[in-house]
């Protein structure tokens, strides 16, 4: 069973960055993709970036160039640099990921939450 651990969420000001950082456990074999999720109270869970095997990178619209998602293949560890964040960033951040081989499925850690005061 894969296990995610996700760390680094914090209590920020506007402006400010934050360093969020996914470990994976329980498996050898690389992910097909790795990816961040949000949600905020009372909204639905949101792709906030993902990054597959050949490196291909997809970020949601509201990034807008403030966000930087990169990954190390050898171990499954994934990592969100978070800069200018403003106070709709708050949410809670799950990590995300996906096996073709190994142990085939999807899997979520528990999140890391982010608060942005303003």
């Known amino acids: 069973q894969v296990q995610l651990v996700e760390s680094g969420g914090d209590l920020v000001q506007a402006g400010g960055s934050l360093r969020l950082s996914c470990s994976a456990s329980?498996?050898?074999?690389?992910?097909?993709?790795m990816g961040w999720y949000r949600q905020a109270p009372g909204k639905q869970r949101e792709l906030v970036a993902v990054v597959g095997n050949e490196d291909f990178i997809n970020y949601g619209d509201f990034v807008k160039g403030r966000f930087t998602i990169s990954r190390l293949h050898t171990n499954n560890t994934l990592y969100l640099q978070m800069n200018s964040l403003e106070p709709e960033d708050t949410g809670a951040y799950y990590c995300n990921a996906q096996f073709i081989v190994g142990p085939v499925g999807e899997f979520w850690g528990q999140g890391t939450q982010v608060t942005v005061y303003s």
């Open positions: 329980g498996t050898l074999f690389s992910a097909k993709t």
